[in-house]
């Protein structure tokens, strides 16, 4: 069996996690064997922030203690439709009902920053990652740099929700 890192253990305790969860994904993968891969995840996973307000469907500002910092986290690997698109309002609500006023997790890939100097991330929350989630229940599509850490993920998601016809690949 392998060892869970303490550094995990912590912040999966911290955001009510099983401490059979692992940090990478927040679902059930395990804790990578070698020190390297180990290393690297730890290093990849943010400390805890309360979501303050959801501005979009993969836009969110974050709250660190009693101030609103004002970076904005923009969802990594994910596009939500936009203000006058179809299923705009639907999709921010599904974020706000998601994320908004809990803690969430973050982890960072190799794509740091978008053009517009927001922080690119991935979002835990309730155990799920949620760039996912928005994908798998139709309200974002995968918007990928290749060689992100959660593309198979991601892509197979919009696989189930246009075999499904769900949210934004739904017949209108």
């Excluded at 309730?126 to 959660?150: K, P, T």
């Amino acid at each position: 069996m392998r060892s869970k890192s303490p550094v995990l253990l912590a912040i999966g305790a911290m955001l009510g996690f099983s401490v059979g969860y692992a940090v990478r994904g927040v679902h059930d993968a395990e804790v990578p064997a070698n020190n390297a891969a180990r290393q690297e995840l730890e290093e990849s996973v943010e400390k805890s922030y309360r979501v303050a307000r959801v501005v979009d469907g993969d836009t969110i500002v974050l709250e660190n203690g009693v101030c609103v910092e004002l970076k904005r986290i923009r969802l990594l690997g994910i596009d939500t439709p936009e203000e006058k698109d179809p299923l705009y309002e639907e999709s921010k609500q599904k974020m706000k009902e998601l994320t908004e006023g809990k803690v969430v997790l973050l982890e960072r890939d190799r794509k740091n920053t978008d053009g517009l100097e927001r922080l690119l991330r991935y979002v835990f929350a309730d155990g799920r990652n949620i760039n996912v989630e928005m994908v798998r229940l139709g309200y974002a599509r995968a918007y990928m740099h290749r060689g992100l850490r959660y593309e198979a993920e991601i892509l197979a998601a919009e696989t189930e929700a246009r075999e499904q016809k769900i949210g934004i690949w739904a017949d209108r």
